[in-house]
Each structure stands twice: as structure tokens, then as C-alpha cells.
């Protein structure tokens, strides 16, 4: 019981820590109004923290391999904690996207420390239950966290939600100085090491698919909140409402995806989620201003989107297991690489098209996924028939 209490602490911060991402998408528009700027310049801090996230954290995890665990944890955490606080005061645009960068490598060494700590604090057996309480708090900041910070923001400012990330930050780093205990670092893994896997063409197959599905969700997703009240015309006491809903969605496809990528297989999971993606999609760029419609709709992307994140890690783990940590690794670099890019050219389909159109292009970075999990199938059906062969 001791022990499943420090694991909460650690989900506490994977909350905080998913917070601080996904709540740009749910104040994008305050934050381009407060600030004078466009929502598609808005839209940039994602790609920004994005960018930081996937490049920084391989590099800062392999130079602090051998830093006991949780030292590294508290160091990683103030970091973060100090860049929430500089986001609440300092002014304006290109100090915030500087900011988000601070904030983006601090966020990737705790939440990767973070997973690591449990896995290791937890008793003989529950390691995975430890790592999937974990990885919820990221799930519960999209449930939890970014309707109340849209309802923070609303109050106080958007700049409250920052600060009130940093605060709770500061408690959660007091604890977990009083209660974890010290643990010794891992055998450092070079980063040589770990990009060699991307020679082999399985290997950066599967990786595809996470870009181009994750990539396309992120292009639409970035710019929900303008998106729902600008093209639906949702009021905006029902916007708190659409992204609580969505979250809850979140959860519900999270789990299916899992259950269903052991009982039906990865790629039955991976192919019925993404058409589901795709016609989601593109039903709501058709939806008009119903209420109702929009909610059921909201509810069906967000489960199809999420339904393919646990069968996507499982594919990776299975298609290398000698080097799982590795690919997970990858995977989660490719993660945020794949939203940066998705809130980028996001930005410029707002600038340059309209904001009502980036559903169909998220529609079509999700159909390119499709392709490529059959391409993965067709790879991995002739590398078995050449085994046999042998």
C-alpha cells in the first residue's frame, strides 16, 4: 500500500506535466488574443514545446543515466516548476514560446523518470499497473485538466493556470523529497544505440504510422477550441463541457484499444480505429451548429483517436521486444515530433486555407496511417514466409 501511495504521487505530476501540454490547445484562443497574435501563430507553442520535447529528452535522459533517480526527478521537476512560473510573468509572445521551451525539456525527463520510478518502487508483479497509473495522470489532464484550466482561464486569466501548475508542482516536489527513496541511475544507453534501429525498414514503418496518425490528430486537435466555437458556433459555456466530454472519451477508447489490440490483434485494432478516426474527422467538418451532434461526434474522435495509442506501443514492443525501452523511446520522441509537425502545418492550413478545412487534412495524415499499417503487415508477412523458407 505504501508504495502504490508514491506511485499516485508520481501520477500527480504526470497530471501536472500533461496539463502544461494539452492546455494550449484548450486556451489557444484566449492566449492569441491577450497576446495579439493569430491563432495559427498561437497554434506554434505547441509545435514549439513539441519540438523540444522530442529532440531534448533522449539527449538530457543520456547524459543523466547514471544521476541517482530521484535527484533527477526533483532537479527535472523545479525546472519545470520554474518555467510554468516564468510563463505566468513574464510578457509577451517569444518570452512564452521560450518558456514552453524550458517547460518541454523539463516535462520529458520527469515523465520518462516518473514511469521509470514506479516501474522500479512497485512490488513484484504490478510493475505494469504501476506504469499504467502512471501514464493516467497524462490521460486524466486531458479529462481533469484541460476543461478546468479552460474554466481557470475564464476566471482569472490564462496565465492563472500556469501559475496554479507551478503551485501544485511545488507541493508535489515536497513530497516526493520526503517519501521516495534514493535510487541508483541505469546502465546509459548511447544514443548511436538507440538510432540504429531506424536502419531496419520494419522499424521505421511502424514508426510512420505513429507520425502520420498522431500528426493528423494533432493537426485538427490543436486548434479545438477556435475550431468549436468558431466553425460550430458551441457557446462558450459549453466548450469546458466539449472538452471534459472529450477527455472522458479518451479514456474509454484507451482502454478498448487495449483490450481489443490482445483479444483481436494490432492490426484489426489499429485499421478499425483509424477509419473511425478518418470518418470522425470529417463528419465534423459537416456537422453544422448542432449541439448534440458535435458532443456525439467530439466523442467518437477522441475514443477512435485514442483507441490506437495502446495497440501502436504494443506493435512496436512486439517488432523489436530484445530492445522494447529502446522503441518506446522512439516512439515517444516520434510522439511529439509527429505534433509538432501536426501544429504546424495546421498553422499554416488556418493561414492559408481556412480554420474549417484542418479536419480534412487531419483526415488524410490518418489515412496515410492506414496505408502504412498495411504496408507494416505486408512486411512482416514476407519476413515470416522467408524465415520459414530458411
Not at 484499444?257 to 483479444?263: C, E, I, P
Request: aromatic share 8%; glycine share 8%.
Amino acid at each position: 500500500m505504501k508504495s502504490t501511495w508514491k506511485v499516485y504521487v508520481l501520477a500527480l505530476i504526470s497530471f501536472l506535466v500533461g496539463t502544461s501540454n494539452y492546455i494550449i490547445s484548450g486556451i489557444l484562443d484566449r492566449i492569441a488574443e491577450t497576446l495579439g497574435t493569430s491563432v495559427a501563430a498561437a497554434g506554434q507553442l505547441i509545435t514549439v514545446y513539441s519540438l523540444a520535447y522530442a529532440v531534448g529528452t533522449p539527449i538530457l535522459m543520456a547524459l543523466t543515466a547514471k544521476m541517482d533517480r530521484r535527484k533527477l526527478l526533483l532537479y527535472s521537476l523545479g525546472l519545470f516548476i520554474a518555467a510554468n512560473l516564468l510563463t505566468f510573468i513574464l510578457p509577451g509572445f517569444g518570452l512564452f514560446i521560450a518558456a514552453r521551451i524550458i517547460t518541454a525539456l523539463g516535462a520529458g525527463v520527469v515523465t520518462v523518470n516518473a514511469l521509470s520510478i514506479a516501474a522500479k518502487i512497485a512490488p513484484p508483479g504490478k510493475q505494469a499497473s504501476a506504469i499504467a497509473n502512471v501514464t493516467m495522470g497524462i490521460t486524466a489532464s486531458l479529462i481533469i485538466g484541460v476543461p478546468l484550466g479552460r474554466m481557470v482561464a475564464s476566471a482569472f486569466g490564462w496565465k492563472a493556470v500556469f501559475l496554479a501548475i507551478a503551485i501544485v508542482g511545488v507541493i508535489a516536489m515536497l513530497v516526493i523529497a520526503a517519501v521516495l527513496p534514493r535510487m541508483q541511475g541505469d546502465k546509459p544507453v548511447p544514443l548511436i544505440k538507440q538510432f540504429a534501429l531506424l536502419k531496419k525498414p520494419q522499424v521505421l514503418v511502424a514508426l510512420a504510422i505513429t507520425f502520420f496518425w498522431l500528426g493528423g490528430y494533432s493537426l485538427a486537435y490543436t486548434y479545438i477550441s477556435p475550431f468549436l466555437l468558431e466553425v460550430t458556433h458551441l457557446n462558450e459555456s459549453l466548450l469546458s463541457a466539449a472538452l471534459f466530454v472529450f477527455g472522458i472519451a479518451s479514456l474509454i477508447g484507451s482502454k478498448v484499444g487495449g483490450y481489443s489490440a490482445d483479444k483481436r490483434g494490432i492490426k484489426y485494432t489499429l485499421v478499425s480505429g483509424m477509419v473511425l478516426h478518418v470518418i470522425s474527422l470529417i463528419l465534423l467538418s459537416l456537422v453544422g451548429h448542432s449541439v448534440i451532434a458535435v458532443f456525439a461526434i467530439l466523442i467518437l474522435w477522441s475514443f477512435a483517436a485514442w483507441s490506437s495509442a495502446p495497440a501502436q506501443q504494443f506493435n512496436l514492443v512486439s517488432l523489436v521486444p530484445e530492445s522494447s525501452g529502446v522503441m518506446l523511446s522512439l516512439n515517444s520522441s516520434m510522439m511529439q515530433l509527429s505534433m509538432a509537425v501536426g501544429a504546424g502545418i495546421g498553422g499554416l492550413i488556418v493561414n492559408r486555407v481556412s480554420l474549417a478545412s484542418i479536419t480534412w487534412f487531419g483526415a488524410l495524415g490518418v489515412l496515410i496511417a492506414i496505408i502504412a499499417v498495411f504496408v507494416l503487415s505486408s512486411m512482416a508477412s514476407r519476413h515470416s514466409a522467408v524465415q520459414s523458407a530458411d
